[in-house]
């Protein structure tokens, strides 16, 4: 990974001329995004995102914190004890700049700490899946993570609409897929072109049948304007 989303970040936040990123998908064309946009405060927040942030309670852990917005939020607003991860050291490194307290680079995965009262994942919070077929995995681990009483807020969108009608109104997806909600997710920045990888978007009728298989409760909480939606995980 070159970390061009951490460095961008970085670029950011210490004025080091910073220019927008351009993403894309395996099922969508290059677009600008302003990285501006990660260093959003509350009130410029969707609905979903400040829902989340309302429901967030206790000790509460931030997965794929980015500029830390979100933990900024809970730790200066809410007073809430907030310990924020991610993959990307420019990230963390720009989150300490924005003054976050407790946050190290660190993958879900490998973590091994305490456990809390909220676990939060947002911006596409199944994005770091990557594949269907990993859904187990991170629901595990993340179930592991949960005090008792605990919850998970995580986030996504259901992409079906960016896949063109047949003429019987049906959707027409590439056969090779296993699930439509899998891309390839690949950024440029400053000509710098970043390793391609897996991002999974997931519907919220799939969360919640790999959730009750792994042993957790699903419901609903909000649904957003453009198919994306806030749901919480229970024990």
Same mark, same amino acid.
């Given at each position: ?51 989340? =942030?309302? $429901?967030?309670?206790?000790?509460? *852990? @931030? /997965?794929?914190?980015?500029?830390? !917005?979100?933990? =900024?939020? $809970?730790?200066?607003?809410?007073? *809430? @004890? /907030?310990?924020?991860?991610?993959? !990307? ?147």
């Amino acid at each position: 990974m070159l970390d061009l989303f951490g460095k961008a970040m970085l670029d950011y936040q210490t004025n080091n001329n910073p220019e927008d990123i351009i993403t894309e998908t395996s099922i969508s064309d290059p677009d600008e995004m302003s990285i501006s946009y990660l260093f959003r405060s509350y009130n410029e927040m969707p609905e979903i995102e400040k829902k989340a =942030l309302q $429901l967030a309670r206790g000790k509460t *852990l @931030d /997965v794929g914190c980015g500029a830390g !917005s979100h933990s =900024l939020s $809970l730790q200066n607003d809410r007073k *809430l @004890d /907030v310990y924020s991860i991610d993959i !990307s050291p420019k990230a963390i490194e720009t989150c300490r700049l924005r003054g976050l307290q407790n946050t190290e680079v660190e993958n879900i995965l490998d973590y091994s700490g305490e456990k809390f009262d909220t676990v939060l994942l947002l911006m596409n919070g199944t994005g770091i899946f990557g594949k269907l077929e990993n859904c187990n995995l991170y629901l595990q681990k993340l179930k592991s993570l949960l005090n008792i009483g605990g919850q998970i807020l995580i986030d996504s969108s259901d992409i079906i609409y960016m896949f063109d009608e047949d003429e019987d109104g049906g959707k027409w997806i590439p056969s090779e897929k296993e699930y439509y909600g899998e891309l390839t997710f690949t950024l440029t920045y400053k000509n710098e072109r970043e390793i391609p990888f897996d991002w999974l978007y997931l519907d919220y009728n799939t969360l919640q049948n790999a959730s009750i298989a792994n042993g957790l409760k699903c419901e609903l909480i909000q649904e957003g304007e453009h198919f994306d939606y806030l749901a919480r995980l229970t024990l």
